[in-house]
Each structure stands twice: as C-alpha cells, then as structure tokens.
C-alpha cells in the first residue's frame, strides 16, 4: 500500500495543528502508524490521498448511519446552501428538526439545538444543577460525555475517594464534584448515592457505553439508575450522541421503556454536519435561556445546513425494516468474526448491539471498564494494521467501537471477513 502522499502531509500537518490533527485519536498513535489523510467518502467506502480505498467501519465515528455521500443527503445540503448557510436567526429547518427529534423520543417535550456532543453534554449538567440547586454529578468509568472539565475525571486509588482529571487544566474544584461510579455495578452508585445523595444534580451515563469499546448494559442497570436518581430527587440524563437514532429511532431509551429526565444527542441527527442537541421535559428544558435563567447560546446553532442534512437523514430511517436490516447486517459480520477468531485459535471477545461492534482482544467477557483493561492493546494494533493492508478501515484504537452502515452491501461483508482471516493469519 503506496502511503506517501499521506506521510508527506501529515508532515506538513504538524507544522500547523497539534500533533498534525483536530482530533487526538485520529493521529492512530495507538497503532503505531502515521494517520491516513483521507480524499473522499462514497458509500460504504473511504479512500486516501493515495488512492487506496478502504472498506469504513469508522464512519465519521458515528454521524453516517447512511454511508458517506447518501444523494437525498447531498442534495439536501447543496439545496440549502443555495439559499445561505447560516443567520444567526431563526429558520424553518431548525423547527422541522426539533419536532423530528421530540416526536421520536417520548422523554423530550423540547429540545434546544447546539453544535457538538460536547456543547450538548456541558449544557445539559449545567441545566441539572440549575435545576436541582447542587452541584454534583456522577458519570461512569469508561463512558464518554465529551471534553467539558466536568467529564475528564476518573475514579481516583479507591471507588468513592476524590476522582483524578485525566487532562491537566482541569480545576480541582470541579473534580471534586464529579463523583465515578462502575458501569453496570449499581453497588457503586447506591453508595455514592448514600455518601452524596442530597448534593447529586444528575447521573449522566452512555445508556450502551460506546467510547471504551462497546459495552452493553446488564439488565437492570439502567432501571436502577432510574429509580435511584428518581428516589434522591436527582436527573437522569442518558448519552445518546452515539446510540440515539443508531440502535432504533428513538435511541435506546426507546428500545427500554426508560425516560430520563434528560438526554443529549449528536452525530446521526445532523447527517455529517456539526450538530448536538440536548432535551427533555417541558419543566426542565424551560429554565433554558430566555424562557428560564439558564444561559447558553450559540452563533451556528440550528444553522440551515446542518438542519437538512439531519431532516434528510433521519427520513430514511423511517423506513419500514431500517434497523432490522442494518441489525442482521451486523449480526452476520459478527458472527462470521467470532469464526474467523475461533478458527485461528485467538481469543475474543465481540460485543455487538444493533449496527455498533467491538472486537476485544480478550480472553475475558467485557462488560465493564476494568473488562475492557484486560485487552491486549499492542494485538489489536498488529490487527489493525493487517487490516488496514488488506482493505479494511477499523477504528485506530481498541477502546473505540465500529459502525456499520446501510451503505454496506453483503459483498461489503464478505470482503470484510476474507480481510479480518487474512490479517489474523499473520498475527
Ligand atoms: N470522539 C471520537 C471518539 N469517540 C473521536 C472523534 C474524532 O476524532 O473525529
């Protein structure tokens, strides 16, 4: 695989930007290679500066549910771009989109639009603690609400001791109101709960957790996250950036029967364009600025680009069979996976909801953060770069998950699988 022109501008890109990229995990230092430059998406398919092209199971981490380039998507695009591409007032677009989000999501009576995963989630934990009048909040080891300093915390030497920042320039008075608690371990959080109850504004959690790897949440967990939070007075706010719109339309919580009291999106709902958005019920959101007291603002929010390229997007999922298709779609690859592992005698272990995967290099079951820490990162890196030779584009970290999209055909899949045999049979 010819890689140069890639090379040449990466050099080039870390003259100008940190580490040569816009994103930390994009540089694919834990693979140890130099990041591909990407020229263009079609379909299923990436393809390089150099013209290699790649099968993507990255999809834009998420947003492409469609595949890249979808024509009703493009087009919506091109067509409102034609009339401007942002007012800073209000527009048709962003009432359309709104109302598409709060009709599929039984939780949100509102919705107030912005421009990140990250805005939302920042948004969202303030309007908890306005709303409550405390100030702390409990997140999950390994879940991921974007890089506000509220949510770069981990648990610190002992479950329950003061948390750690995983990022310099975090205030030491903001980690102290973040409390970490064990993904699928209610244990953890009844006791921070009897620790802190009367101070906790919210437990937010990634309802599947999508940014240590996929992991599934054991039955029960979410539902005593409800009950808890309700018993103490405190919001429940589910992450739904990746799986709202993914899993099925009206995320997760939908397929549950859970209601949060709030809830924060992004990625599929603005088709490829920078969008976040965060909602819930009519008496939360409307302590919102200017109907209540809680600022935030934004110059593009609801900008009409990114409003009809989630308008278009999230028509095609309604169609009959979307999930279940995209589903079995994922479901046959998987499977055909844990195969390929067997038949190379390597361990393990495939975690898969809907069209979102992980492959852990593991003899373990995952099913929480320390699970995940059982990996053997330096073999998923070998793997990757197998891969990567053989065609296929995975995500250049063992701790991000795949995405498979409606764009990828059953040859897509075949190919796929002769790719994932030949990168283990040199492992
Ligand atoms: N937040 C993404 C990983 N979960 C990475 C985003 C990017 O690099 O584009």
Redesign the pocket.
Known sequence: MDIRKSEQLFRKAQKYMPGGVN????AFKSVGLDPLVIKKGQGSKIYDVNDNEFIDYVC??GPLILGHCHPEVIEAICAAAREGTSYGACCEKEIELAQLICEAFPAMDKVRLVNSGTEAAMSAIRLARAYTGRDKIVKFEGC?HGHADSFLIKAGSGMLTAGVPTSPGVPKSLVEQTLVCRFNDLDSVKKAFMQSGPNIAAVIVEPIAA?MGLVNPQPGFLEGLREITSRYGSLLIFDEVITGFRVCYGGVQTLKNIKPDLTTLGKIIGGGLPVGAYGGKKEIMNRVAPEGDVYQAGTLSGNPLAMAAGIASLQKLQANDFYESLASKACDLTERLQSSFAAHDINCAINRNSSLFSVFFTEQKVYDYESVLSCDTRKYALFYRNLLQAGVYFPPSQF?VCFVSAAHSDEDVDNTVKAVNKALDII
Not at 23 to 26: A, D, L
């Open positions: 994103s930390p995990v994009r834009s981490w991921y940014n991000e």
